[in-house]
């Protein structure tokens, strides 16, 4: 590339180069390729172009124009879901994506999925999105690509891809999914990423019930000092007020209560 004059400007010379390598497309600007595309009349050339969302698109995921499908996913667990799948489909005597011309794309989140997806969709590529529904994109940009592509694959309503495999799989594999998790990360980890997401789920529950209260107040445990559990709060304008780091004196009056319900409640009454 270097010897017939890509980076020079201007060219010296015009000369054509046929490749299926990820190098030479990073290599060269979005302005000196040209793609080939075959429609329901024919084949026909595209000009990549200087549209910046293009350009950068081209430097991040070059395999994938190389590709003849791209499957856009939200992020890096709906690419290692579709690779597992692909994985355990092609042990069982499938033909894996990639043989047949498909690519996966982390778009590294829902803001940027329409972006990378209408880059490939604008150049003729069979484009289409997998995505989580707890956030939503912008409903006009994905109206009107699911009018040029058809139908695109996200999970129910509001649910992310965790929510949706714990409540698809049967209790048996969600308990070997949390005996894996426990191998790979360990009880405490794991136990208290689902406190923390219980807790959550809880203060969200609450807020809706019985409305929004002007302070919130709790003890310094992981589970409510984690972001996610902050995030509720800062965003529903609570003031946060935490005790001091082992004070159980400084919310006595609650602390008490919650021992009269477990003893006298709780412990002979269970």
Known sequence: MQSIGSKETPPPLQGFLTTRSPVVVRELSAEQLTVLRRGKDGHHARVVGTKAEIQGTLRLFPEAFLSSSVLICEGASEVG?????????????????????VT??????????????????????????????????????????????????????????????????????????????????????????????????????????????????????????????????????????MDGKGAWRDNVFVERLWRSVKYEEVYLRA
């Open 81 to 101: 879901l579709v690779r597992g799948i692909d994985q355990f489909r092609t042990a069982g005597g499938k033909v894996p994506m990639q043989a047949v011309g």
């Open 104 to 241: 996966r794309v982390d778009a590294n989140g829902c803001d940027n999925l329409y972006r990378r997806a209408n880059a490939f969709h604008s150049l003729g590529y069979r484009t289409n999105v997998l995505r989580d529904d707890d956030k939503q994109p912008d409903r006009g940009i994905e109206e009107t690509f699911s009018k040029a592509v058809g139908a695109i694959f996200r999970w129910r309503e509001g649910c992310a891809l965790e929510d949706e495999l714990f409540a698809s799989l049967p209790a048996d594999a969600v308990t070997a999914l949390l005996a894996h998790a426990v191998k790979l990360h360990g009880e405490e980890l794991v136990g208290a990423h689902i406190t923390s997401a219980f807790c959550v789920e809880t203060l969200e529950d609450a807020l809706a019930l019985h409305g929004r209260p002007d302070v919130f107040n709790t003890d310094q445990g992981s589970q409510f000092t984690g972001a996610d559990f902050t995030a509720v709060l800062a965003g529903n304008g609570i003031a946060i007020s």
